[in-house]
């Protein structure tokens, strides 16, 4: 019984270092930079329905001091304003261009195939991808040409810092980076080129170096993939290009969801990722971080419980401070989110046997 008790409070231990390193590496994109060499960026946008976001990413846009920006939107069939919108943004800024989409061909997704499209026009000698959901700072671009710059960097993915409008939201949106921050180093994901295990990315915001992207096609190599910047970035790995993901700061913030069941939903189509598409994996993360602590309490001395909910709280105060998130409810809320990650499990797992039968 003590066996798997130490084991429980090691994995533990293993996951709080994991957190404690994401917290304490800092892994923002630099506040002071200096930019002489203003080659143009392309701001790429693929939208879909989008009119309640785009124009707030516009305006962000608009008020952008880099000086050398064009600005291309991918209008995927939209059926509300979102092209009435961009066509207002574009007689104020006549760097920003619109594209309409095409019909989408066989063996494509919808976002795959509009980030293709997009940099096929794109003329800039970075590529800067952006979901129409974000919400960006004036000196977003010199800060990530001047990142990229200084890693000699292939691909740059940020976790945009996640707004929650909800109690909802905080139940579920706070577990994206509970998974991942405490199970992955962030600074190996740069530091050790050619390991794919060491990946991590957000289709939010991906910025690329256009001579590499042109020569690789990316988006063309996962264009059925419906991860495709997980997928993206572990090509890259195994080809041992410089990459690097950071986390969000105050200059690239998202709303990702509004609601509970909407998180859970979008979380149950992704959450397999987080375990190398390994069902096995999840279900036991999701079994171990839940009854670990009961087990401790019936079978263990109390000390070891005691170290447990230590440690646990721990993780989630180092968690939260890197993500810029409240360490007062992550805690508060702790175990109702532990509830909703095996709900989003369950629900991810019903899908996964429904497309296996079909």
């Given at each position: 019984?003590?066996?798997?008790?130490?084991?429980?409070?090691?994995?533990?231990?293993?996951?709080?270092?994991?957190?404690?390193v994401?917290?304490?590496?800092?892994?923002?994109?630099?506040?002071?930079?200096?930019?002489?060499?203003?080659?143009?960026?392309?701001?790429?946008?693929?939208?879909?329905?989008?009119?309640?976001?785009?124009?707030k990413?516009?305006?962000?846009?608009?008020?952008?001091?880099?000086?050398?920006?064009?600005?291309?939107?991918?209008?995927?069939?939209?059926?509300?304003?979102?092209?009435?919108?961009?066509?207002?943004?574009?007689?104020?800024?006549?760097?920003?261009?619109?594209?309409?989409?095409?019909?989408?061909?066989?063996?494509?997704?919808?976002k795959?195939?509009?980030?293709?499209?997009?940099?096929?026009?794109?003329?800039?000698?970075?590529?800067?991808?952006?979901?129409?959901?974000?919400?960006?700072?004036?000196?977003?671009?010199e800060?990530?040409?001047?990142?990229?710059?200084?890693?000699?960097?292939?691909?740059l993915?940020?976790?945009?810092?996640?707004?929650?409008?909800?109690?909802?939201?905080?139940?579920?949106?706070?577990?994206?980076?509970?998974?991942?921050?405490?199970?992955?180093?962030?600074?190996l994901i740069?530091?050790?080129?050619?390991?794919?295990?060491?990946?991590?990315?957000?289709g939010?915001?991906?910025?690329?170096?256009?001579?590499?992207?042109?020569?690789?096609?990316?988006?063309?190599?996962?264009k059925?993939?419906?991860?495709?910047?997980?997928?993206?970035?572990?090509?890259?790995?195994?080809?041992?290009?410089?990459?690097a993901?950071?986390?969000?700061?105050e200059?690239?913030?998202?709303?990702?969801?509004?609601?509970?069941?909407?998180?859970?939903?979008?979380?149950?189509k992704n959450?397999f990722?987080?375990?190398?598409?390994?069902?096995?994996?999840?279900?036991?993360?999701?079994?171990?971080?839940?009854?670990a602590p009961?087990?401790?309490?019936?079978?263990?001395?109390?000390?070891?419980?005691?170290?447990?909910?230590?440690?646990?709280?721990?993780?989630?105060?180092?968690?939260?401070?890197?993500?810029?998130?409240?360490?007062?409810?992550?805690?508060?809320?702790m175990?109702?989110q532990?509830?909703?990650?095996?709900?989003?499990?369950?629900q991810?797992?019903?899908?996964?046997?429904?497309?296996?039968?079909?």
């Amino acid at each position: 019984m003590y066996t798997i008790g130490w084991i429980l409070i090691v994995v533990g231990l293993i996951r709080l270092t994991v957190s404690f390193v994401n917290w304490v590496s800092r892994l923002y994109l630099p506040e002071d930079v200096e930019i002489h060499d203003c080659s143009l960026v392309s701001i790429l946008i693929p939208a879909r329905n989008e009119e309640n976001n785009i124009g707030k990413l516009l305006e962000d846009i608009s008020t952008l001091t880099y000086r050398s920006l064009e600005v291309i939107v991918y209008n995927d069939s939209s059926s509300d304003r979102t092209k009435e919108i961009v066509e207002r943004y574009i007689e104020r800024c006549p760097f920003i261009k619109i594209i309409n989409g095409t019909t989408l061909p066989k063996g494509w997704l919808g976002k795959n195939f509009a980030c293709h499209q997009l940099a096929q026009a794109a003329k800039g000698k970075t590529l800067l991808f952006l979901d129409a959901d974000v919400r960006i700072g004036k000196g977003i671009v010199e800060k990530t040409v001047s990142y990229m710059r200084s890693y000699h960097l292939k691909l740059l993915s940020v976790f945009p810092t996640q707004h929650m409008p909800s109690l909802g939201t905080y139940l579920a949106v706070p577990l994206m980076n509970w998974i991942l921050l405490s199970l992955l180093p962030l600074p190996l994901i740069r530091m050790v080129p050619g390991q794919k295990a060491l990946a991590a990315a957000n289709g939010q915001f991906m910025c690329f170096d256009a001579e590499t992207y042109f020569l690789l096609q990316p988006h063309r190599m996962v264009k059925g993939n419906q991860v495709e910047d997980i997928a993206i970035i572990m090509e890259y790995k195994q080809r041992k290009l410089n990459v690097a993901t950071l986390l969000g700061g105050e200059d690239i913030s998202c709303t990702m969801y509004s609601s509970l069941q909407e998180a859970i939903n979008g979380f149950s189509k992704n959450v397999f990722r987080f375990f190398g598409d390994s069902t096995c994996l999840t279900v036991l993360y999701g079994m171990l971080t839940t009854m670990a602590p009961f087990y401790l309490w019936i079978f263990c001395p109390p000390v070891f419980f005691i170290m447990y909910i230590i440690i646990i709280l721990l993780i989630r105060l180092f968690v939260s401070l890197a993500s810029h998130q409240s360490v007062i409810k992550n805690i508060l809320l702790m175990i109702p989110q532990q509830l909703v990650f095996l709900g989003i499990i369950i629900q991810a797992l019903v899908k996964h046997k429904q497309r296996n039968i079909i």
